[in-house]
T-cell receptor, first 114, second 114 residues
Framework: AQSVTQLDSQVPVFEEAPVELRCNYSSSVSVYLFWYVQYPNQGLQLLLKYLSGSTLVESINGFEAEFNKSQTSFHLRKPSVHISDTAEYFC????????????FGKGTRLSVIA | KAGVTQTPRYLIKTRGQQVTLSCSPI?????VSWYQQTPGQGLQFLFE???????NKGNFPGRFSGRQFSNSRSEMNVSTLELGDSALYLC?????????????FGSGTQLSVL
């Protein structure tokens, strides 16, 4: 079975500073990897995903994540955060074949400080 | 295109009661998944339905059940409520089951058990 570990439950960061949210996964088979974001009082929405090919994937709002197979990681980064990035971020994994659900980590709460 | 709709938005019940939550997926989506979200535990998978068939079930007791109708709408039921069932219950739909597609989440039903 797949599992996800998000190493930080809370990350405070000053506005315009860089940030990295860490995610490690465990799986014996090939997987798809996702980052979802949940803004206050809203449902989750997809931020970016890795399916295959280039190991660096980007979102439209400046976030990027790099798939590292040897370290089984999929860390999320942004070079300069804004107040509006304050949200909870969830890393998720799903095997790329067969009949399995999407498994989420426990989330990282990003707080951007003005 | 309307998003995923969950009703009711809030529910207050007492221990021992039962509750039914409803989810209307995006038109054309045949897969519906349910998750339980609690602070510190993230999202825990409950079950997934595809074309009225339960395809996956998470590690929850039998008090938690669900079903999907021919129009893809889904309901989940929790019987004999316990205090620990207090949580945000999220429904998500997707177009198919390749595993690579993104999930579209509703805003959730906040269940409080007193």
């Amino acid at each position: 079975a797949q599992s996800v570990t998000q190493l930080d439950s809370q990350v405070p960061v000053f506005e315009e500073a860089p940030v990295e949210l860490r995610c490690n996964y465990s799986s014996s088979v090939s997987v798809y990897l996702f980052w979802y974001v949940q803004y206050p009082n809203q449902g989750l929405q997809l931020l970016l995903k890795y399916l295959s090919g280039s190991t660096l994937v980007e979102s439209i709002n400046g976030f990027e994540a790099e798939f590292n197979k040897s370290q089984t990681s999929f860390h999320l980064r942004k070079p300069s955060v804004h107040i509006s990035d304050t949200a909870e971020y969830f890393c998720a994994v799903r095997r790329n074949s067969g009949n399995t659900p999407l498994v989420f980590g426990k989330g990282t709460r990003l707080s951007v400080i003005a | 295109k309307a998003g995923v709709t969950q009703t009711p938005r809030y529910l207050i019940k007492t221990r021992g009661q039962q509750v039914t939550l409803s989810c209307s997926p995006i038109s054309g989506h045949r897969s519906v998944s349910w998750y339980q979200q609690t602070p510190g535990q993230g999202l825990q998978f409950l079950f997934e339905y595809f074309s009225e068939t339960q395809r996956n079930k998470g590690n929850f007791p039998g008090r938690f059940s669900g079903r999907q109708f021919s129009n893809s709408r889904s309901e989940m039921n929790v019987s004999t409520l316990e205090l620990g069932d207090s949580a945000l219950y999220l429904c998500a739909s997707s177009l198919d089951r390749t595993g690579a597609e993104k999930l579209f989440f509703g805003s959730g039903t906040q269940l409080s058990v007193l």
